[in-house]
């Protein structure tokens, strides 16, 4: 049985949740439960805070885990980075308030910042020569400048409209996060093997995002220019139809090329295009 820490609330809670469903892992949503096990898929999930994450790996509580890459740089544990899922992404950054006449990092010598990331703050701040007066504080970082209790604020910002509206402006961005998929350095052969089986889904699923399934009818006579406008993972699929002058073309297609290409296969002669969603994918 492998083990899974997971955050139990939030944004990466649910990608996460939604990345095990699109692995055809099944996981009751049972609430107040620590623990839950897989009903198809010998894994556990353990629901924890995200700053509890990094430790609950790094000292074999749990096997692997889910969490962002600011809290594990932040946490600073002897952990295994497997993979970066591509997902809740976010940065770490300074932010300050809307009217302060901002020249450059040296705006913030002698300034006390709030922040929940204390250590990441601390080494950047001292790689570029500045001293400041770090303030801890755990919850709702943004309103610290807005009741004095400090002159700017290090924190995760996503859209940044949590900053507008607290009357503060994005001046640094420290470090770009995404969610990483960590495990502990000691797991057996045989957790190993299972991860591996994990690994395996998880690509399945992210090799299929933003891809199309396309198939389409085409004239044999600019079959060969069909084909080249196809960037295909390597050549389409040609399959004859009984009208002996048309042949049906299957390929795959990425979602950011979608519709230059199939205008242009439209004017190639091409028809009866039909778009389908790939859910996973073995390449």
Not at 38 to 59: C, G, K, M, T, W
């Amino acid at each position: 049985m492998l083990r899974i820490a997971v955050q139990s609330k939030g944004r990466l809670y649910e990608d996460t949740m939604n990345l095990l469903s699109e692995a055809d892992i099944k996981v009751s949503a049972v609430k107040r439960t620590l623990l839950v096990s897989a009903n198809n898929f010998p894994l556990e999930v353990l629901y924890l805070r995200d700053d509890d994450i990094p430790q609950s790996v790094a000292s074999g509580v749990a096997d692997i885990g889910v969490v962002g890459e600011n809290e594990l740089l932040e946490r600073g544990e002897y952990v295994e980075v497997i993979s970066r899922l591509g997902f809740s992404k976010c940065r770490l950054s300074l932010a300050i308030p809307k009217e302060a006449d901002y020249k450059g990092l040296e705006w913030f010598n002698g300034r006390k910042i709030a922040t929940s990331y204390p250590n990441i703050l601390r080494k950047f701040m001292h790689a570029k020569g500045i001293s400041t007066d770090i303030h801890v504080i755990t919850g709702s970082v943004e309103i610290s400048p807005g009741i004095g209790l400090a002159d700017a604020i290090f924190d995760i910002v996503s859209s940044g409209s949590t900053l507008v509206s607290n009357n503060l402006r994005e001046v640094e961005v420290v470090m770009q996060s995404e969610a990483l998929l960590i495990g502990n350095k000691q797991l057996t052969d045989e957790k190993r093997e299972l991860l591996q089986q994990l690994l395996f889904r998880f690509k399945a699923v992210k090799d299929a995002e933003d891809k199309k399934y396309v198939r389409m009818n085409a004239p044999k006579a600019r079959l060969q220019e069909i084909i080249e406008v196809l960037p295909g993972l390597k050549s389409p699929t040609i399959i004859p139809l009984a009208d002996d002058e048309w042949c049906s073309v299957h390929t795959v297609l990425d979602q950011k090329q979608f519709w230059d290409i199939i205008g242009k296969l439209k004017e190639l002669g091409a028809q009866g295009i039909l778009v389908t969603p790939i859910e996973k994918m073995i390449i």
